[in-house]
């Protein structure tokens, strides 16, 4: 982070820490147990899985490389990988710290966001315990700057929590729905790889692409109309 003039400027300083590296390491791992161990399909899964892995690895590096976070007298500008969005301070409702509990060592698990008005959460690029040594110290100084451009005073409106929790439920009905359906993915892949030494033969599509599509669809619509008992207690949380 730097200020230039009265602007605060977010770009990437520095290299992710070391033991972030050796888990960029396990999608080849799968890649090569896929590519080696080709299935009776007329796709291989692995024809699908590479193009996704280097998607994913591009638009890491553009992010690294291209996003960063402006605080300025407009607003917040945030540039991601291949997005630039601009935050009037009249759009914008709340800036905190999103803290993740449990991530691997290495991991990002601090971070800026800004909640706007309609309850969307931007996160900050570069705003993160990789870049910066306080994140909590960098919200405090965009949100002073808020407060001397805009005069916001950060309070909180009744109306405004109501959507925010509303639009959070669903996220975390979502999110919920994806990590369930990507457990049972894990289950089929291992049943899968372990029938591959027997006689036994299940559709390969049946079990890596049917089933964990049909949970996900069954556990989001189950998730979706229970939305308010996802949302966390803890407000920080959200």
Excluded at 19 to 28: I, M, V
Excluded at 135 to 156: D, K, N, P, S
Excluded at 197 to 215: G, H
Aim: charge should be positive; glycine fraction near 6%; charged fraction near 15%.
């Amino acid at each position: 982070m730097r200020g230039v003039g009265q602007v605060l400027e977010y770009r990437r300083r520095r290299n992710p820490p070391n033991a972030f590296y050796p888990r960029l390491l396990l999608p080849f791992a799968f890649l090569a147990l896929q590519a080696t161990h080709p299935v009776h399909m007329a796709v291989q899964p692995w024809h699908i899985v590479l193009p996704v892995i280097l998607l994913l690895a591009a638009r890491w590096a553009l992010h690294t490389h291209r996003g960063h976070t402006l605080v300025g007298p407009d607003g917040i500008t945030v540039r991601t990988a291949v997005l630039t969005r601009r935050l009037a301070w009249s759009s914008v409702y709340s800036v905190a710290v999103k803290n993740l509990a449990g991530r691997p060592q290495g991991a990002i698990d601090r971070y800026a966001y800004v909640r706007t008005v309609n309850g969307r959460a931007i996160t900050l690029p570069h705003v993160d315990n990789w870049q910066v040594e306080d994140v909590g110290a960098q919200v405090a100084a965009i949100r002073a700057a808020g407060t001397r451009y805009a005069g916001l005073t950060w309070h909180t409106r009744p109306e405004m929590t109501q959507a925010i929790r509303r639009r959070v439920g669903l996220a975390k009905a979502r999110d919920r729905s994806l990590l369930t359906a990507l457990v049972v993915w894990c289950g089929m892949f291992t049943l899968w790889a372990v029938l591959r030494f027997t006689d036994i033969r299940w559709s390969t599509q049946l079990l890596l692409l049917w089933v964990p599509l049909a949970v996900f669809a069954l556990v989001a619509a189950v998730l979706h109309r229970q939305w308010e008992s996802q949302v966390p207690e803890n407000e920080a949380d959200w």
